[in-house]
């Protein structure tokens, strides 16, 4: 599978393209969203009650809107991708020539008829973060081991929720760049599809480079912090903040260009468990590999 998804990938490189311009503006966004905290601690931090007040609902505005944005950048992408792939299933085959340029078709749909849909899915994700960001800090400030057990507690469960909830995300969204579907209606379409065919066995998702690049990208900031020692931060009190911005940053930008050969596996799923006679007409040789994998 995944060497079919590169030969399509090969036969349609815009793809990259898209991923690797998704990567610039997001990095331009972090960029943005650092300098804009660093201005707002600059502006606030050290200052009287009413300044962190004021520091604190800015920092909870930003982080949301930090959250939001990463998931409306990444899900544009996959839906412009899953697209391009969905046309090669159906219309590329024996005897069809391959459709000239469906990436600029499919992101035009992705940025147009389907963007309300996208960043109405993304908010769900961003707001669970932006829950578990608040749990987290909260966890950290209480003194008592009860209550941080309560929040370590409900964090986990929010944690669960959330893999879940991006996981039927990422379906979802895949049918919207199929069908050209409404959120609400793809993520019905896609429970069924998941309880009738159990979709959910056959991909595994695999966040331990995207983690690992986090980790690299936290060590790096944290180093150049420390051999730079910027004006900004001479008493030490943004080291924390930064790292984990850091962090925050290389996990994101990781899943934007990784999201090329995910989309790609499961768009092809997805139209072999909505559609899988039109993979038998068009790629007999792909059909019959997919048949006798057991766990399709």
């Not at 930008?253 to 768009?267: D, E, L, P, R, W």
Request: aromatic share 16%.
């Amino acid at each position: 599978m995944l060497r079919t998804v590169t030969s399509i990938t090969r036969l349609y490189p815009a793809t990259l393209v898209v991923a690797f311009l998704s990567l610039l503006f997001q990095t331009a966004y972090n960029f943005l969203f650092i300098f804009t905290v660093i201005g707002c601690y600059q502006v606030y931090y050290p200052g009287p009650q009413d300044s962190a007040t004021r520091l604190n609902v800015v920092v909870v505005f930003l982080i949301f809107s930090f959250y939001w944005t990463t998931q409306v950048i990444f899900y544009v992408t996959h839906t412009t991708v899953a697209g391009v792939f969905a046309s090669y299933y159906f219309l590329t085959g024996l005897g069809q020539q391959a459709p000239r340029n469906p990436t600029a078709a499919s992101f035009r749909r992705a940025m147009t008829t389907s963007f309300g849909s996208i960043c109405f899915g993304a908010l769900f994700v961003a707001v669970l973060n932006l829950i578990r960001a608040l749990l987290y800090d909260a966890q950290q400030q209480v003194d008592t081991p009860c209550a941080a057990f309560v929040l370590c507690l409900v964090q986990c469960c929010l944690g669960y929720i959330q893999a879940l909830l991006e996981y039927f995300n990422y379906y979802a969204y895949t049918q919207v760049a199929i069908y050209g579907k409404d959120f609400c209606t793809a993520a019905k379409d896609t429970w069924t599809l998941i309880k009738d065919r159990g979709i959910e066995a056959i991909i595994n998702d695999n966040l331990t480079g995207g983690i690992l690049t986090g980790v690299l990208t936290a060590l790096f900031g944290y180093l150049y912090l420390v051999i730079t020692r910027p004006a900004y931060n001479a008493g030490g009190n943004l080291t924390p903040v930064l790292v984990l911005i850091s962090f925050l940053l290389g996990i994101s930008m990781f899943g934007t260009v990784a999201t090329v050969i995910q989309s790609g596996v499961a768009t092809t799923f997805v139209c072999l468990a909505e559609d899988p006679e039109a993979l038998r007409r068009t790629k007999p040789e792909l059909y019959e590999m997919v048949r006798s994998n057991p766990f399709v």
